[in-house]
T-cell receptor, first 114, second 115 residues
Framework: TQLLEQSPQFLSIQEGENLTVYCNSS?????LQWYRQEPGEGPVLLVT?????EVKKLKRLTFQFGDARKDSSLHITAAQPGDTGLYLC??????????????FGGGTRLMVKP | KAGVTQTPRYLIKTRGQQVTLSCSPI?????VSWYQQTPGQGLQFLFE???????NKGNFPGRFSGRQFSNSRSEMNVSTLELGDSALYLC??????????????FGPGTRLTVT
């Protein structure tokens, strides 16, 4: 069983602070996605990383895929209350027409206080 | 382009009953996956369908089943409901055969409560 360990589980910070969320595994993934989910809604895809060492930026969010494609991190600069939500990492193996599935981390619940 | 739609959004059932949930993928997406989300177990993969065939199955009992139609719409069925089946059931679709086929897009989910 491939597991994705996400840390921390909970994070409560003040507006303007920086934070990093980690996603670690002993398995190699062909790609890794980060999602954000709000209560009562489905996860919304933020980014996909596929190359070891890849770094992607989305405004104040920076995503990194580890060189060995076993881990990833999400860094948020100058967090805002609108960033509040559940952040999920999910890994995939061999995406092709033969089938694919997402293995999810346990999630990081972020609260940004004004 | 319309996103993934799921119906119904909320459902209350009694133990022992069965339930059918529906999912319409994004236009052009031929793969549909189903996930169960609970506070204790998080998001867990149920199964994936592509071209009306089940391609992958997660570690769930046979009471959980699904199917896909020729228009890529999918349904999942849970028979003999148990209290532990209470969860948010999420459907996700993806485009296959392209570089972006890693990416899965989720619907809003169906909140199932079993009493």
């Amino acid at each position: 069983t491939q597991l994705l360990e996400q840390s921390p589980q909970f994070l409560s910070i003040q507006e303007g602070e920086n934070l990093t969320v980690y996603c670690n595994s002993s398995s190699v993934f062909s790609s890794l996605q980060w999602y954000r989910q709000e209560p009562g809604e489905g996860p919304v895809l933020l980014v996909t990383v596929v190359t070891g060492g890849e770094v992607k930026k989305l405004k104040r969010l920076t995503f990194q895929f580890g060189d060995a494609r076993k881990d990833s991190s999400l860094h948020i600069t100058a967090a805002q209350p609108g960033d509040t939500g559940l952040y999920l990492c999910a890994g995939t193996h061999f995406p092709n027409n033969a089938g694919n599935m997402l293995t999810f981390g346990g999630g990081t619940r972020l609260m940004v206080k004004p | 382009k319309a996103g993934v739609t799921q119906t119904p959004r909320y459902l209350i059932k009694t133990r022992g009953q069965q339930v059918t949930l529906s999912c319409s993928p994004i236009s052009g997406h031929r793969s549909v996956s189903w996930y169960q989300q609970t506070p204790g177990q998080g998001l867990q993969f149920l199964f994936e369908y592509f071209s009306e065939t089940q391609r992958n199955k997660g570690n769930f009992p046979g009471r959980f089943s699904g199917r896909q139609f020729s228009n890529s719409r999918s349904e999942m069925n849970v028979s003999t409901l148990e209290l532990g089946d209470s969860a948010l059931y999420l459907c996700a679709s993806r485009r296959t055969g392209t570089l972006s086929s890693y990416e899965q897009y989720f619907g809003p989910g169906t909140r199932l409560t079993v009493t």
